[in-house]
């Protein structure tokens, strides 16, 4: 069956770095686009980033542009976000997600699968 797996939550000082992952099984990854989105405490879920099968194309939402890094590794079914200068707004469940489409979206009623989430908590 489909699964998307996120690690590398955790809580960190503002300021500071984390890389979450994403990997991914039960479907052909390098056919999907892929998305990393969040959800802060009483809010909606918002996108992030989101890069295309081949990692040609990346998107950033205006929050975490310039200071995250969105990349995929096909070989190892995995997806990544690289998180630089963390905020204490940065705090949430981050998902991952996959859209069966090439293209990649901002909206989450794009993507087809989506992960349990992993918490990043960011102190100020």
């Known amino acids: 069956q489909v699964q998307l797996v996120e690690s590398g939550g955790r809580l960190v000082q503002a300021g500071g770095s984390l890389r979450l992952s994403c990997a991914a099984s039960g479907f052909t990854f390098s056919a999907y686009s892929m998305g990393w989105f969040r959800q802060a405490p009483g809010k909606e879920r918002e996108f992030v980033a989101a890069?295309?099968?081949?990692?040609?194309?990346?998107d950033y939402a205006d929050s975490v542009g310039g200071r995250s890094t969105i990349s995929r590794d096909n070989a190892k079914n995995t997806v990544y976000l690289q998180m630089d200068s963390l905020k204490p707004e940065d705090t949430g469940v981050y998902y991952c997600?996959?859209?069966?489409?090439?293209?990649?979206?901002?909206?989450?009623?794009?993507?087809?699968?989506w992960g349990q989430g992993t918490q990043v908590t960011v102190s100020s």
């Open positions: 890069i295309s099968w081949n990692g040609g194309m990346t």
């Open positions: 997600a996959a859209r069966r489409l090439l293209d990649i979206r901002r909206w989450a009623n794009d993507y087809h699968y």
